[in-house]
């Protein structure tokens, strides 16, 4: 069918709009042929299929990509070629992520290994909105991770497996690229460096690269369409000097960018750019002028039929986007009559025309990509136009000056240092501008709640403002003004606002749950766990909290002073508007218990020691019971800290929700005081579902028709236990667990409590 339809269209340029629907339709559906090859059905011996499995495997691969590098960390692309599980062999397919995490380690592209570990999925998305790392590598053709932390754990086996071209000829320049740049620069700068020649962006210090996208100018790091460019440049002026016919300039320079894409890992934009840039090369030959629209549509067809996951990528749309904006918007604006007299004044100034057209091209490129870049990086960058009139030359510096420094140190080394100087001051340059701009005031704007129907809209808008000349666009305009008016006065009415909400959020092995009270008012009971490299507040809740628009807390409530429940608290407590706290009045002599004790005294935040017997009518029509401790309780057990939690339980017309904290066998035995009170219709299972809690005389209380469970995947623990998960079924609960169906939310009108499905 797509055959036939580009016939009938390429023989007719007259083609009628049947013959170009055709078209589009037979492109589409072959889209969808190719994407549901890429995500369906994976055959039995599929790597994918043994990922998640109890227990330690053996897998065999080889190393097919270039080693990404780290702080901290080694990644490892590995193409599997068996895998051993329950003393069996087996033969298997498909690639897998592996993360070497701080050993001192010098595998390369093309070496065989056999590795020993847990074999699982990547994190998908647990709570709404937020980044799908699975996807991310499943757009890379990665199934699987391993993380490996010994030694022992890896072994060569064989080296040189790989192709001839990456190997013998791209990795050796990289790697020699790589070496050079880390060898005689500082580790900020030749990280930096190292981005913006190689791709090789993962030793860039954390702030920095948070400075960069702060500031708008994150995609200086990416290697994309300006570096390409760069190359192109140094290419076709190199070659220049040679005088070699015109036809043969261009067979080098689109042989150089072929090159250079394989050194920058065939990322998408690198690709899009250099794909572009070999056509806009070939157009020259048969001089003919290059569709610009062609180019790229003709670009992306390409990756996608590579790999059709990549339309879902951020680093793809943004890339993409970018490109036919500034196609579409800059000649608009360079044509506006305030443009042209600007440039009517800057006739005999080279730098302010160059100027006035960085800021042109930074502008289209921002209009078109900004729903995306609102999207997904939760910013609006203020600066950015201006910043890029700097950091984009500084960059094409440093880069035109490591490059040459690289070339001519295996030439004539003492003229190697004087480019390598320039590029080391053109980086320094860069990273104090970036650092200190990126902390001036209002450097950006956080935008958490942005919709597919407000880029639907903003994009309309864009359309009308851009061709307001046109009659039609005209009365579009009208109709669009009060389409958005009759949004603003009706959307209040079209929210329901006697609803309680309760989230559970997926923190790992830790509990979070948001309660959203009628109100309008926002509870949190617990924060999630914070390890040394990890932190549920930072990372989970802020992003969740942030993107339902929420900039305050009534209170935090602590069901006790654990790690895993108290760990976020102090990253919201800096960060979001609290009112109160909640907890039992036990602490530990943690730095943690320390650092939550010291903010509620500086930021002079209400504390509330509660105990049993409490009934809080603060969110009034929600009743909250204190159910657990008692004062005696907490004086006659002072090491227990689980079994003092603070459990509670809200009420909400006929509906209840009890919260358990992590009470266990002896704090259990006080709470039948409340036999009465006890029976809800949702509990959060005590201690996640640990065999010391729930016990079956506490369920009969209870008997609660959903339970959920806030656990970790393939927890040390072994959470749930069977013992507990057999006695909930036995009462006939509805069993939910964060580990596998990741964030719960629960409404209740007060009569009824409804499951909101989300994934």
Same mark, same amino acid.
């Given at each position: ?5 580009? #016939? ?12 170009? $629907? !055709? ?22 011996? @599929? ?35 068996? #895998?051993?599980? *329950? ?54 053709? #990665? ?27 791209? @990795? ?10 880390? !060898? ?5 700068? /030749? ?12 030793? &860039? ?18 290697? +994309? ?37 394989? =050194? ?17 090369? &070939? ?46 918007? %800059?000649?608009?604006?360079?044509? !506006? ?17 160059? !100027? ?6 930074? $502008? ?44 001519? *140190? ?50 309309? /808008? ?17 109709? %669009? ?29 830790? *509990? ?37 628009? &929420? ?82 309780? #907490? ?15 809200? +009420? ?9 904290? *992590?009470?266990?066998? /002896? ?7 409340? /036999? ?9 299972? +005590?201690? @996640?579902?640990?065999?010391? +809690? ?29 013992? =507990?998960?057999?006695?909930? @079924? $036995? ?29």
């Amino acid at each position: 069918m797509t055959v036939f339809a580009f #016939i009938a269209w390429y023989t007719d340029h007259g083609a009628t709009v049947l013959q170009t $629907a !055709s078209l589009g339709m037979s492109l589409a559906c072959v889209g969808l042929v190719r994407y549901e090859l890429a995500t369906g059905y994976f055959p039995p011996d @599929h790597i994918s299929n043994f990922t998640n499995q109890e227990g330690i495997v053996a897998v065999r691969g080889t190393v097919i990509r270039y080693p990404d590098r780290r702080v901290g960390k080694l990644n490892l692309t590995l193409a599997t070629e068996q #895998i051993y599980t *329950d003393q069996r062999v087996q033969p298997t397919h498909g690639n897998i992520l592996l993360s070497l995490i701080e050993l001192d380690t010098s595998f390369q592209y093309g070496d065989e290994l056999v590795v020993r570990g847990k074999l699982r999925k990547a994190r998908d998305r647990r709570n709404p909105g937020e980044f799908n790392y699975r996807e991310y590598l499943l757009a890379k053709n #990665i199934h699987g991770i391993m993380t490996i932390n010994n030694t022992y754990q890896i072994k060569k086996i064989s080296n040189n497996n790989g192709s001839w071209f990456l190997q013998d000829l791209v @990795h050796p320049v990289k790697s020699y690229l790589e070496k050079f740049i880390h !060898s005689r620069l500082p580790p900020a700068e /030749a990280a930096l460096l190292s981005g913006l020649i190689i791709g090789e962006r993962g030793q &860039i210090p954390s702030e920095l690269n948070q400075a960069f996208s702060k500031l708008g100018v994150i995609h200086i790091l990416s290697v +994309s369409g300006s570096h390409v460019g760069f190359v192109m440049l140094i290419c076709i002026g190199m070659i220049g000097f040679l005088r070699v016919p015109h036809r043969l300039r261009v067979a080098l320079t689109i042989s150089a960018l072929f090159f250079y894409a394989h =050194v920058a890992n065939l990322e998408p934009p690198v690709v899009r750019a250099s794909l572009m840039g070999g056509l806009f090369l &070939i157009g020259t030959l048969f001089e003919r002028k290059t569709d610009v629209y062609n180019t790229l549509a003709l670009a992306a067809l390409f990756i996608l039929i590579v790999q059709p996951l990549e339309i879902f990528q951020s680093s793809f749309q943004l890339s993409f986007s970018a490109v036919a904006s500034i196609v579409y918007f %800059y000649p608009k604006l360079r044509d !506006s009559t305030s443009v042209k007299r600007l440039y009517e004044r800057a006739r005999d100034r080279a730098l302010l025309r160059y !100027s006035i057209d960085m800021m042109l091209v930074s $502008a289209a490129a921002t209009l078109g990509t900004l729903p995306l870049t609102v999207s997904y990086f939760n910013m609006l960058p203020n600066y950015s136009m201006p910043a890029n009139l700097v950091v984009i030359p500084l960059s094409f510096l440093a880069m035109a000056n490591g490059l040459l420094a690289a070339l001519l *140190d295996l030439l004539w080394p003492a003229l190697a240092e004087l480019y390598l100087a320039a590029a080391w001051l053109s980086l320094r340059v860069m990273i104090d501008l970036v650092e200190w701009a990126s902390a001036l005031p209002y450097s950006q704007l956080e935008i958490y709640t942005f919709s597919i129907w407000l880029a639907l809209g903003y994009f309309l /808008a864009l359309w009308l403002l851009f061709n307001f000349k046109l009659s039609a666009a005209r009365r579009w305009s009208a109709i %669009y003004v009060l389409c958005l008016a009759n949004i603003f006065v009706w959307q209040d009415s079209c929210q329901n606002r006697n609803e309680l909400t309760v989230t559970f959020l997926d923190v790992g092995q830790g *509990d979070a749950a948001l309660i959203r009270f009628p109100d309008g008012r926002h509870v949190l009971i617990d924060g999630g766990p914070r390890g040394r490299n990890s932190d549920a507040g930072a990372w989970v809740i802020a992003p969740y909290l942030k993107r339902q628009g &929420i900039d305050e807390i009534a209170a935090l409530v602590l069901s006790h002073a654990d790690a895993d429940h108290l760990g976020g608290f102090p990253y919201l407590m800096r960060h979001f508007k609290v009112r109160e706290v909640w907890d039992n009045g036990q602490m530990k002599d943690t730095q943690l218990c320390r650092e939550y004790l010291s903010l509620v005294d500086s930021l002079q935040i209400t504390r509330r020691a509660l105990r049993a017997g409490e009934v809080l009518d603060d969110f009034s029509p929600v009743k909250i019971f204190i159910l657990h401790p008692t004062e005696r309780f #907490i004086q006659d057990n002072p090491s227990r800290l689980n079994d003092a939690s603070l459990s509670l339980k809200m +009420s909400y017309g006929d509906i209840d929700f009890i919260f358990m904290g *992590d009470v266990e066998e /002896a704090g259990e035995q006080a709470l039948p005081q409340f /036999a009465s009170l006890l029976e809800s219709e949702v509990m959060k299972v +005590s201690h @996640h579902g640990s065999r010391t +809690s729930n016990s079956a005389q506490m369920l009969t209380y209870i008997r609660p028709q959903v339970a959920v469970i806030s656990v970790g995947e393939l927890n040390k623990f072994e959470h749930p236990h069977p013992e =507990v998960l057999t006695r909930l @079924h $036995a009462y006939k609960s509805r069993v939910f667990r964060t580990d596998r169906d990741a964030a719960v939310i629960f409404t209740a009108d007060g009569k009824s409590v409804k499951l909101v499905r989300w994934k």
